[in-house]
Nanobody, 127 residues
Framework: QAQLVESGGGLVQTGGSLKLSCAAS????????MAWFRRAPGKEREFVAA????????QYADSVKGRFTISRDNDKNMMYLEMHMLEPEDTGVYYC????????????????????WGQGTQVTVSS
């Protein structure tokens, strides 16, 4: 069964950096747009960043622009999220998702092709 597995989360201080990884198995991500979402404690899951299948276009939530960078390596079947200047408001569980198009994954989240939402990886930013 195809799936996406997030990793790289942890505890950092305000202003610190982390790099999250999303590893795909059972299916290639090369044909999919990819995205990161997060869920803060007590809040709805929200969109963070997305990237087209080729990597030539990206989209970011206003709250992370200039601090986060999404990237992908189709040969390795991996996607990444580099996070800098982290703030306590960035705390949450981060999830990756794959969709047929950039707009589709941003609006609807993951296609069922990779089994929907994974377990996510916890990011905690201390003040």
């Amino acid at each position: 069964q195809a799936q996406l597995v997030e990793s790289g989360g942890g505890l950092v201080q305000t202003g610190g950096s982390l790099k999250l990884s999303c590893a795909a198995s059972g299916r290639t991500i090369g044909a999919y747009a990819m995205a990161w979402f997060r869920r803060a404690p007590g809040k709805e899951r929200e969109f963070v960043a997305a990237i087209t299948w080729s990597g030539d276009s990206t989209q970011y939530a206003d709250s992370v622009k200039g601090r986060f960078t999404i990237s992908r390596d189709n040969d390795k079947n991996m996607m990444y999220l580099e996070m800098h200047m982290l703030e306590p408001e960035d705390t949450g569980v981060y999830y990756c998702a794959a969709g047929r198009t950039l707009s589709a994954v941003v609006v609807r989240g993951p296609e069922i092709d990779f089994g929907g939402w994974g377990q996510g990886t916890q990011v905690t930013v201390s003040s």
